[in-house]
Each structure stands twice: as C-alpha cells, then as structure tokens.
T-cell receptor, first 113, second 110 residues
Framework: KAGVTQTPRYLIKTRGQQVTLSCSPISGHRSVSWYQQTPGQGLQFLFEYFSETQRNKGNFPGRFSGRQFSNSRSEMNVSTLELGDSALYLC????????????FGQGTRLTVV | GENVEQHPSTLSVQEGDSAVIKCTYSDSASNYFPWYKQELGKRPQLIIDIRSNVGEKKDQRIAVTLNKTAKHFSLHITETQPEDSAVYFCAASRPSNLFFGTGTRLTVIP
C-alpha cells in the first residue's frame, strides 16, 4: 500500500507570491490534515478535510486555505507569502480522522526569500 | 482550543538507561493521545497511542501512562538504544484535531 505522498518536496518562493502544495493520502483514507512544522514551534495544526469538507481549522490567517477533491487528494494554498511562512508543511491522512492513527507524508519544505 | 505542553525540550541519557517525557493538556474533551517519533529528515511516525478509557499501555520497551484527572500523560522508554535518538512529539486529540506538543529531542549516548 502506497504511503502518503506530498509534492513538491522542495519549493523556493519570493515574498508576495502564492504557492500550492499537494497531498495524496493512503488509499481508502478520507481524512487529510495539514500541519506547519518550524523549529521550536513543533507541529501546528492548519486544517482538516473529510469527504471534501473542511471539518476543523487552526489559528492561521486567511492566507492559508485548502481543499479536498472527491478522490481525497488535498491541496493547500498560501497566498501573499511572507518570510515567516518558511517551514516544513506536513500532511497526514487517516481513515476517519477521529482518534485513529494519522500517517504523515514526507512534507514539503517551503522557503520564502 | 487545546493546549499541549511537553517537557523536557531536550533529554540526554546513557545507553541502557530509561527516558521519560511528560505532557499536559488543557481540554478535558481530548480522548486520544498518540506519541510520534521523528528522526532527522524523516516524517513523524506513530510509536504508541492511548485512549482515555485506559490508564497505561505498553509495547516492548515503550510505555505510556495517562492521568485524566490531572490531564497529563507520559512516555517511558526503557533500556534505551542509540536508535532511539530522535525528536518525540506528544499529541492530544479532540475528534479529528491533533494538537501537538513542541517536541523533545532525545539523545542516547553510547
């Protein structure tokens, strides 16, 4: 069974640009969550999608948005990039999202210059 | 929302000794508590989890304890080995949200 796949693995963008990250969950998993990982801040929850609906959202500005497609693949978009958005963005998939194991992708390393 | 605090942020132990990492959470509605291990440059991977109806769970050298009344849970690693060196994250879950602690960097000294 293929694991969670994130593309691209690395991105370099300039301030003010926008970026779209992609996450393909494990087959059969309907929940996809996104996290931002920075040194010293750990993993911070961005949002969670289940069956194409955003079920939960963390405390991030509206520049961070996402969506989920009918095949459970998810995309995350960040508009008007800031230097502070540089981070490793991880997505995780799980069967239902509720109290079940979350499987992480390798992450997308975003650098904003 | 949920707030998870994790201590210590760094921990060094001699090979063969035990390591203990502690976490507290704020939301009494949280009912699932996983622990993830992240090796350098790799993705976080689940090593053990516990649900709120259980006080303790063990898997070989790893154990987790949960005190719901005090809202804290701990990871215990016995007979540590160099390959246990990694960053460990605790998390508390309200349904469909995982809130993570800030991580503990464990170094096992051979």
């Amino acid at each position: 069974k293929a694991g969670v796949t994130q593309t691209p693995r690395y991105l370099i963008k300039t301030r003010g640009q926008q970026v779209t990250l992609s996450c393909s969950p494990i087959s059969g998993h309907r929940s996809v969550s996104w996290y931002q990982q920075t040194p010293g801040q750990g993993l911070q929850f961005l949002f969670e999608y289940f069956s194409e609906t955003q079920r939960n959202k963390g405390n991030f500005p509206g520049r961070f948005s996402g969506r989920q497609f009918s095949n459970s693949r998810s995309e995350m978009n960040v508009s008007t990039l800031e230097l502070g958005d540089s981070a490793l963005y991880l997505c995780a998939s799980s069967l239902q999202g509720e109290n079940t194991e979350a499987f992480f992708g390798q992450g997308t390393r975003l650098t904003v210059v | 929302g949920e707030n998870v605090e994790q201590h210590p942020s760094t921990l060094s132990v001699q090979e063969g000794d035990s390591a203990v990492i502690k976490c507290t959470y704020s939301d009494s509605a949280s009912n699932y508590f996983p622990w993830y291990k992240q090796e350098l440059g790799k993705r976080p991977q689940l090593i053990i989890d516990i649900r709120s109806n259980v006080g303790e769970k063990k898997d070989q050298r790893i154990a987790v304890t949960l005190n719901k009344t005090a809202k804290h849970f701990s990871l215990h690693i016995t007979e540590t080995q160099p390959e246990d060196s990694a960053v460990y994250f605790c998390a508390a879950s309200r349904p469909s949200n995982l809130f993570f602690g800030t991580g503990t960097r464990l170094t096992v000294i051979p």
